[in-house]
């Protein structure tokens, strides 16, 4: 019923930066809230792994691997979060997902809770 749509994925070199985008939108009839947006990553052969989450009143939560270097931010009236990532290294290489979490409803539906997915975008760091 929610929907995330990521951009801003790429190659880039080592100390490079890249700025990840991603925006929520509802099927048609559907209102929704959001109570925190985070970005995840998927390197290769290795688990999904927590990069970055804003919560509805602002408050951030980083990997320690990505502090200093990573900003997560967000866009109330747009629904959507950025992840501004800068002195990229090789490791940061992966798949980058968005994640949303919160409540929809319609005219004809109660108020239901949902946990969403973007489709991922590859981010790699080479030279």
């Known amino acids: 019923q929610v929907h995330l749509v990521e951009s801003g994925g790429g190659l880039v070199q080592p100390g490079g930066s890249l700025r990840l985008s991603c925006a929520a939108s509802?099927?048609?009839?559907?209102?929704?809230?959001?109570?925190?947006m985070g970005w995840y990553r998927q390197p290769p052969g290795k688990e999904r792994e927590l990069v970055a989450i804003?919560?509805?009143?602002?408050?951030?939560n980083y990997r320690d691997s990505v502090k200093g270097r990573f900003t997560i931010s967000k866009d109330n009236a747009e629904n959507t979060v950025y992840l501004q990532m800068n002195s990229l290294k090789p490791e940061d290489s992966a798949v980058y997902y968005c994640?949303?979490?919160?409540?929809?409803?319609?005219?004809?539906?109660?108020?239901?809770?949902?946990?969403?997915w973007g489709q991922g975008t590859q981010v790699t760091v080479s030279s």
């Open positions: 509802g099927a048609s009839g559907i209102i929704f809230s959001i109570d925190s």
């Open positions: 804003i919560t509805k009143r602002g408050g951030t």
């Open positions: 994640n949303a979490d919160g409540t929809y409803a319609s005219l004809i539906s109660k108020s239901s809770p949902f946990d969403c």
